[in-house]
């Protein structure tokens, strides 16, 4: 089976940093990405990593280990605007380019 | 450059109704997905589609949705008859795919939330 695990929920205060972790067991893996999504909203692309280490993207950091099928997501330096849910989700198609989403993480960004 | 459009943002029908929605994709992306976006989950791939052709349909409740993308651009999703369940929020998506070329970003319209009562 494919399954992707996310905390359902984080709170952090605006200037933190804050990391939201992914762990997967899919059949399929080529890459990790990750999506935001504000309320309401479409999701929009964030980052991709098909290699380990670690993506940096401004504030926005993404790492992935494929030993331990784990990768996460850092926010530097939160916003308001952050707040949003956050889904990672596992590329299993390749030149394909199908994915499966997680359940998501609900970022709540306090002042 | 203009994003995926999609229609209605809204509709609310019975159940056993049927329903359709519209996407035009980004100009040029060769593949368009569509997804189903229950409350409270992550999208769920029920179709793609690479120009007018299908790769890859396995999650599509083939007894009640349809879709097609006629001359590889714009395409629709049917449910018919619905269900309760059914219930969510419809996305669009589309990625620029050039042949011998693989690009991981995909682009989502704002979807269509369904309500079926």
């Known amino acids: 089976g494919q399954s992707l695990e996310q905390p359902s929920e984080v709170t952090a205060v605006e200037g933190a940093i804050v990391q939201i972790n992914c762990t997967y067991q899919t059949s399929g893996f080529y890459g990790l990405s990750w999506y935001q999504q504000h309320d309401g909203g479409a999701p929009t692309f964030l980052s991709y990593n098909a290699l380990d280490g670690l993506e940096e993207t401004g504030r926005f950091s993404s790492f992935l280990s494929r030993s331990d099928s784990y990768g996460y997501l850092l926010l530097q330096e939160l916003q308001m605007k952050d707040s949003a849910s956050y889904f990672c989700a596992v590329d299993y198609g390749g030149a394909t380019n199908k994915l499966i989403f997680g359940t998501g993480t609900l970022l709540a960004v306090q002042p | 450059e203009a994003g995926v459009a999609q229609s209605p943002r809204y509709k609310i029908i019975e159940k056993r109704q049927s329903v359709a929605f519209w996407c035009n994709p980004i100009?040029?992306?060769?593949?368009l997905y569509w997804y189903q976006q229950i409350l409270g989950q992550g999208p769920k791939l029920l179709i793609q589609?690479?120009?007018?052709?299908?790769?890859?349909d396995s999650q599509l409740p083939k007894d009640r949705f349809s879709a097609e993308r006629l001359k590889g651009v714009d395409s629709t999703l049917k449910i018919q008859p619905a269900k309760l369940e059914d219930s969510a929020v419809y996305l669009c998506?589309?990625?620029?795919?050039?042949?011998?070329?693989?690009?991981?970003?995909?682009?989502f319209g704002p979807g269509t939330r369904l309500t079926v009562l």
């Open positions: 998506a589309s990625s620029l795919d050039l042949e011998g070329e693989y690009y991981n970003e995909q682009f």
């Open positions: 589609f690479q120009n007018n052709g299908v790769v890859d």
């Open positions: 100009s040029g992306h060769a593949t």
